[in-house]
C-alpha cells in the first residue's frame, strides 16, 4: 500500500507536490469500494449458487441449474425477487431498533475486510492490532441478532435470538483461546505480521509447527463454524423448531442482510484461518515483478480461503444438525479445555524453542500427508461399497 502511495505520488497523478495523507485517503478509499462491491457483496451472492450446487452434488440431487449457464445467475435472480418483496414492520414491534438490527449484522460483515491481507501489498489498513481488531468487529454480529429477535416482538424470534447470542458468546472463547497459540510464536497480533512469520512450503506454516497449533487451528474453525450459525451448528434458525430463528418476521431486504452476511462470513472465516495456520498469501520468490508478486499471492490466498469455504460447504452437507444441549457441551467440556491446554502448551514449547522447530513440522506435515491419504482411501471405500456413480462432470 505505501509503495502504490509513493508511485502515484511520484506520478503526478494528483498534481505536483500532493498533501501525501490526502493521496493517501483517497487510495484506501477508492480500494476500500472496490473490495467492498467487487469482492465482498458479489461473494455473499455467488456463495449461495455455488454451495446449492454442492449440496446437490454430496446428496445426488440437481442443483439449481435454469437461469443462466448452469444456473449460475440464480443467485442474481433471488437478490432481486427478495429485494422486490415488500418490508413489513410487525405493529407490535420496536420499529428502530427493528430496522437497526440487519445493518448491524452488515457492519459485522464489512469491517473485517479492512485489515484482510489479500497480498504482500494490498491491505486497506495494516494494523498492528489486525487480529484483534478482526475477532471485535465480528463479535457486533451478537448484538444485531439479539437486537432483531427482541425488537420483532415474537417468542420463536426471541428464542432464536437468545440462542444465538449463548452460541457467539461461548464460542468465541475458544476461539480466541486458539488464536493466542499464534500471537504466542510471533509476538504480535498484526495479520501482515502473522504472515511474514510462516513459510510458503506447508511444512513451515504454523498448522504444523506443533501438535498444539494443529489442534488450535481445528478447535478454531469448529468454534468460527459455530458463531456464524452454520450446520450442524445452527440452532438459532432451526426451522422445525423455531422457522427462522431470529429472522422469522423480516423480509425483504433486511431478510437478505440476514443471509448476505451468513454466506459471506464464510470468507471471513476461511481468511483468519488461512492468516494465523496457512501460511496466509506466501508464495515462493519467481520474479522481481512487483505486480506479478501480487497477482500471484493474491490467487494463493484466495485458493485457501476458497478450499476451507469448500470444507464448510462440504460440512453442511453432510452432518445433521446437533442439539442445543450437545452445542453448549461441546463448547465448555471440551472446546474450551481443550483451547487453554493447547495454549499453555505452546508457551511452554515456544520457552524451549524460541525460534522454532524445523524438524517438527516435516514430521506434522507427514503426519498430516498420511491422516489425508487414510481419509480419501476411506471415502473411495465407501463410494465402491455403496456402488453410486460418479459424474466427475462438475456442470451435470
Known sequence: ?????????????????????????????VMSLVVFLVVALPFGGIVTWVERRVWARIQSRVGPNRVGPQGFLQWLADGIKIVCKEDIIPDEADSRLFKMAPYLVMLAFVLPWAVMPFSSSLILANMNV????????????????????????NKWSLIGGVRSAAQIVSYEIPAGLSIFPVVLMTGTLSMEGIIRGQGWAPQHWFLFANPFTFVAAN???????????????DLP?????????????????????????????????????TTLFLGGWQFPHVTSNVVAMNVLEVITFNVKVLFLVFVSMWIRATLPRVRIDQLMTACWKYFVPIAFVNMIGTAVWVAIWPDGNVAMGYIMFAGAIVLGALFIQRVIYYLRRSRMEVYFNPTI
Open 1 to 29: 500500500m505505501h509503495t502504490l502511495i509513493e508511485n502515484l505520488i511520484a506520478s503526478g497523478v494528483f498534481g505536483k507536490n500532493p498533501p501525501r495523507d490526502l493521496v493517501a485517503a483517497i487510495v484506501v478509499f
Open 130 to 153: 489486525g487480529i484483534l481488531y478482526m475477532t471485535a468487529v465480528t463479535a457486533l454480529t451478537v448484538v444485531g441478532v439479539l437486537m432483531a429477535g427482541w425488537a420483532s416482538n
Open 219 to 233: 478447535i478454531l474453525y469448529m468454534s468460527s463454524l459455530a458463531e456464524a450459525n452454520r450446520t450442524p451448528f
Open 237 to 273: 434458525e432451526a426451522e422445525s423448531e423455531l422457522v427462522a430463528g431470529f429472522a422469522t418476521e423480516y423480509s425483504g431486504w433486511r431478510y437478505a442482510c440476514f443471509s448476505m452476511a451468513e454466506w459471506g462470513n464464510l470468507y471471513i472465516v476461511g481468511a483468519i484461518i
